[in-house]
Nanobody, 122 residues
Framework: QVQLVESGGGLVQAGNSLRLSCTDS????????MGWFRQAPGKDRIFLAA???????THIDSLKGRFTISRDNAKNTVFLQMNSLKPEDTALYYC????????????????WGQGTQVTVSS
């Protein structure tokens, strides 16, 4: 059973960086395509990036190269490196596990993490 816990969020000034981590305590992360989403209060949860079991990755165009997803299957962990943060990046960030990129983007998620808050001040 995949059990996801995010960490690494916090309060930062605009222009700074954060690296989020998501660890599977069930130690089955290597079986899944992994993704990152974010949600601001009163807004939809949106897809940001995904990485396959063999480390093929995709990122939405609006990130403009600022965010990078990666994974370390041996450590049962997926990462989101966030650079040049902007106030509009403020949101609750979630990792998710699914069977494929397609299932991640359509909301067919096997497991969600609880979320980690990222707040960017100007």
């Amino acid at each position: 059973q995949v059990q996801l816990v995010e960490s690494g969020g916090g309060l930062v000034q605009a222009g700074n960086s954060l690296r989020l981590s998501c660890t599977d305590s069930g130690r089955t992360l290597s079986r899944y395509a992994m993704g990152w989403f974010r949600q601001a209060p009163g807004k939809d949860r949106i897809f940001l990036a995904a990485i396959s079991t063999n480390k093929i990755s995709t990122h939405i165009d609006s990130l403009k190269g600022r965010f990078t997803i990666s994974r370390d299957n041996a450590k049962n962990t997926v990462f989101l490196q966030m650079n040049s943060l902007k106030p509009e990046d403020t949101a609750l960030y979630y990792c998710a596990a699914a069977r494929s990129f397609s299932l991640l983007q359509t909301g067919q998620i096997e497991s969600w993490g609880q979320g980690t808050q990222v707040t960017v001040s100007s």
